[in-house]
C-alpha cells in the first residue's frame, strides 16, 4: 500500500517571498511522484511530475520539485510567489506501470499575502 | 490533447432525491477513468474507477454507483442522496498507462439540503 502525507494543511506566505510545501510518501515499490494545483471552484491541473532520472523537476509556474528517495520526500518550491498562486496543492503517488490508483494527500492551502 | 467535460457543474438537490453526474472524455479512445469526492478538509478520495465499458470497480462503500455505457462516458449515480454525499465530484482520465498520470474534468458541485 502506498500512502501520501502533506505535513502542512495552510501555509500564509507573503509576496515575493520563497515558499516550500512538503510532501511525504510512503510506498514498497518504485514510485512516480505528482504535484497538483487547484484553483478555486476548479479541477486539478498538473503542476509537475517525477518519473525517473534527475531529482529535480521543473514544472509550470516556476515551480519545482525535489525527490528525496532516502527521506521518501517531494517537497514543491518556488522562489518568490505571485497572488496568482493562491491555490491548494495536492502531491500524489502511483506505483507507475500496472497501478490503477493515485494516491492523493489532503492537500495543502497555499495563501498569498499582498 | 484529452478534453473531460463534467455536467452539470452545480447542483443542489433534496435528500433522497436521486443523481446523475455525466462525464465525456474527447481525445483519447479507451481510457482509465475515475470518479474522485472531495469534501471539505478531506483531499480527494476515490469512488469508483473503470477499465473499459461495463467494468466498474468501487474504491469504498457508498450510497453512490457507477456506470460506463460507451468507451468515453462515466455516469455517477444515486437513487436516494444523503447529506453526507455533498461535495465536489471530478472526474479522471488516465493519460499514459505507464506512469498512472491522471487528467482532471473541471467538477461537478453536489449540494444536498
Known amino acids: 500500500a502506498q500512502s501520501v502525507t502533506q505535513l502542512d494543511s495552510q501555509v500564509p506566505v507573503f509576496e515575493e517571498a520563497p515558499v516550500e510545501l512538503r510532501c511525504n510518501y510512503s510506498?514498497?515499490?518504485?514510485?512516480?511522484l505528482f504535484w497538483y494545483v487547484q484553483y478555486p471552484n476548479q479541477g486539478l491541473q498538473l503542476l509537475l511530475k517525477?518519473?525517473?532520472?534527475?531529482?529535480l523537476v521543473k514544472g509550470i509556474n516556476g515551480f519545482e520539485a525535489e525527490f528525496n528517495k532516502s527521506q521518501t520526500s517531494f517537497h514543491l518550491r518556488k522562489p518568490s510567489v505571485h497572488i496568482s498562486d493562491t491555490a491548494e496543492y495536492f502531491c500524489?503517488?502511483?506505483?507507475?506501470?500496472?497501478?490503477?490508483?493515485?494516491?492523493f494527500g489532503k492537500g495543502t492551502k497555499l495563501s498569498v499575502i499582498p | 490533447s484529452q478534453t473531460i467535460h463534467q455536467w452539470p457543474a452545480t447542483l443542489v438537490q433534496p435528500v433522497g432525491s436521486p443523481l446523475s453526474l455525466e462525464c465525456t472524455v474527447e481525445?483519447?479512445?479507451?481510457?482509465?477513468l475515475y470518479w474522485y469526492r472531495q469534501a471539505a478538509g478531506r483531499g480527494l478520495q476515490l469512488l469508483f474507477y473503470?477499465?473499459?465499458?461495463?467494468?466498474i470497480s468501487s474504491e469504498v462503500p457508498q450510497n453512490l454507483s457507477a456506470s460506463r455505457p460507451q468507451d468515453r462516458q462515466f455516469i455517477l449515480s444515486s437513487k436516494k442522496l444523503l447529506l453526507s454525499d455533498s461535495g465536489f465530484y471530478l472526474c479522471?482520465?488516465?493519460?499514459?498507462?505507464?506512469?498512472?498520470?491522471?487528467?482532471f474534468g473541471e467538477g461537478s458541485r453536489l449540494t444536498v439540503l
Open positions: 479522471a482520465s488516465r493519460t499514459s498507462a505507464n506512469t498512472g498520470e491522471l487528467f
Open positions: 510506498s514498497s515499490v518504485s514510485v512516480y
Open positions: 517525477y518519473l525517473s532520472g534527475s531529482t
Open positions: 500524489a503517488v502511483t506505483s507507475g506501470a500496472g497501478s490503477y490508483q493515485l494516491t
Open positions: 481525445g483519447t479512445s479507451n481510457p482509465n
Open positions: 473503470s477499465v473499459g465499458i461495463g467494468q
